[in-house]
């Protein structure tokens, strides 16, 4: 069964980075992509960006741009997401979930397996 | 780009129909058939509950369902049950720099 299981829960200072991982298993890694989605507390969902695992092509939400970085390690399967200068605002729940994303580079613009979060918290 | 409009809250009582409304523009609802709905019940990951406009994944119960008509996409939820009270979030991709946009959220109540 499909599965992506992330990292444990973070404290971090601000100015500080953070780094999640998300390990993917029950399926192709490279046939699909993995985004990121972050929820802060009480707040709706928010897209970060995402990453093709086929190619390593990402984009990322504008706002976020400069401050994030989205990588994958195909021999383990994982996606890695890193945000850098930490504030208080960054404070949130981020999810990593699977899209689709073939060799063609056609995309399925939508999430249908997602991690159990992973709480990242920014504070002095 | 900023998030899709929905209602707050929408409340229903067991069995009872509620809709689910999702405003966008001609640049993300309007312009595309890639909406999607996730309902998220407290301290859980969101479950995908419509793709596409209207499609189900395998699993969900058919008393789901969803339609779009111009910039305004709808999640009908039918015969409700108490296991519906959970937010639902609808989501597009856009044509703007950030390319996938979520939307504000809806609180759904069964009473």
């Known amino acids: 069964q499909v599965q992506l299981v992330q990292s444990g829960a973070e404290v971090k200072k601000p100015g500080a980075s953070v780094k999640v991982s998300c390990k993917a298993s029950?399926?192709?890694?490279?046939?699909?992509?993995i985004s990121w989605v972050r929820q802060a507390p009480g707040q709706g969902l928010e897209w970060m960006g995402w990453?093709?695992?086929?190619?390593?092509?990402?984009n990322y939400a504008q706002k976020l741009q400069g401050r994030v970085t989205m990588t994958t390690d195909t021999s383990t399967s994982t996606a890695y997401m890193e945000l850098r200068s930490l504030r208080s605002d960054d404070t949130a729940v981020y999810y990593c979930?699977?899209?689709?994303?073939?060799?063609?580079?056609?995309?399925?613009?939508?999430?249908?397996?997602w991690g159990q979060g992973t709480l990242v918290t920014v504070s002095s | 780009q900023s998030a899709l409009t929905q209602p707050a809250s929408v409340s229903g009582s067991p069995g009872q129909s509620i809709t689910i409304s999702c405003t966008g523009t001609?640049?993300?609802?309007?312009?595309?058939?890639?909406v999607s709905w996730y309902q998220q019940h407290p301290g859980k990951a969101p479950k995908l509950m419509i793709y596409?406009?209207?499609n189900r994944p395998s699993g969900v119960s058919n008393r789901f369902s969803g339609s779009k008509s111009g910039n305004t996409a709808s999640l009908t939820i039918s015969g409700l049950q108490a296991e519906d009270e959970a937010d639902y979030y609808c989501?597009?991709?856009?044509?703007?720099?950030?390319?996938?946009?979520f939307g504000t959220g809806t609180k759904v109540t069964v009473l």
């Open positions: 989501s597009s991709y856009t044509s703007s720099s950030t390319p996938y946009v």
């Open positions: 001609s640049s993300d609802v309007g312009g595309y058939n890639y």
């Open positions: 596409d406009v209207s």
């Open positions: 990453i093709s695992a086929y190619n390593g092509n990402t």
């Open positions: 029950g399926y192709t890694f490279t046939s699909y992509g």
């Open positions: 979930a699977r899209y689709y994303y073939d060799s063609s580079g056609f995309i399925e613009y939508y999430f249908d397996y």
